[in-house]
T-cell receptor, first 113, second 116 residues
Framework: KQEVTQIPAALSVPEGENLVLNCSFT??????LQWFRQDPGKGLTSLLL?????REQTSGRLNASLDKSSGRSTLYIAASQPGDSATYLC????????????FGKGTRLSVIA | DARVTQTPRHKVTEMGQEVTMRCQPI?????VFWYRQTMMQGLELLAY????????DSGMPKDRFSAEMPDATLATLKIQPSEPRDSAVYFC??????????????FGAGTRLSVL
């Protein structure tokens, strides 16, 4: 059974700092890995999806990496801004195609101006 | 701007009452998911449908929860009778199998349920 862990559970950084969020998973036979953002009282927004054959994906100031062999993914946020404050979740599908996701419990990020 | 729509956004009810949550998936999406989010457990799958057929509802307490898709534009999640431990945020998500946008799930804003 796939288990997903995110450390730390909460993180507070000053504006402008580069930061890394971590995600680890127990079963390396994955199809892809997604990073989501959740704002308070809102739904989840997909940020990046990395296919199992990829090592990293980039979108603006976000860069996600994937190391299947070690069961780890990182989300790198460059030049953090107060607007980046949110909870970040990583998730992996149970199977191929659009199948249910197994989520970590998230890292709650606060960027202080 | 295509989005998943969930109603109601908030629901407060008393223990024992029936609760119905509704979800309108993005038009054309053939897969619908129901997840529940709590502080203790995080996000967990309750049920999901493909082409309106239920594929997995093992995450739901069968004695009180039921999920249906009466048509391609509506998914419902019912709890009868509701209990305080059902208090959580319930999310609906939809997506496509196949195509460029495969594997991406689009989430609604959720229904925050409080059972007193």
């Amino acid at each position: 059974k796939q288990e997903v862990t995110q450390i730390p559970a909460a993180l507070s950084v000053p504006e402008g700092e580069n930061l890394v969020l971590n995600c680890s998973f127990t079963d390396s036979a994955i199809y892809n890995l997604q990073w989501f953002r959740q704002d308070p009282g809102k739904g989840l927004t997909s940020l990046l999806l990395i296919q199992s054959s990829q090592r990293e994906q980039t979108s603006g100031r976000l860069n996600a990496s994937l190391d299947k062999s070690s069961g780890r993914s990182t989300l790198y946020i460059a030049a953090s801004q107060p607007g980046d404050s949110a909870t970040y979740l990583c998730a992996l599908p149970l199977g191929s195609g659009n199948t249910p996701l197994v989520f970590g419990k998230g890292t709650r990020l606060s960027v202080i101006a | 701007d295509a989005r998943v729509t969930q109603t109601p956004r908030h629901k407060v009810t008393e223990m024992g009452q029936e609760v119905t949550m509704r979800c309108q998936p993005i038009l054309g999406h053939n897969t619908v998911f129901w997840y529940r989010q709590t502080m203790m457990q995080g996000l967990e799958l309750l049920a999901y449908f493909r082409n309106r057929a239920p594929l997995d509802d093992s995450g739901m307490p069968k004695d009180r929860f039921s999920a249906e898709m009466p048509d391609a534009t509506l998914a419902t999640l019912k709890i009868q009778p509701s209990e305080p431990r059902d208090s959580a945020v319930y999310f609906c998500a939809s997506g496509l199998v196949g195509g460029v946008a495969k594997n991406i799930q689009y989430f609604g804003a959720g229904t925050r349920l409080s059972v007193l």
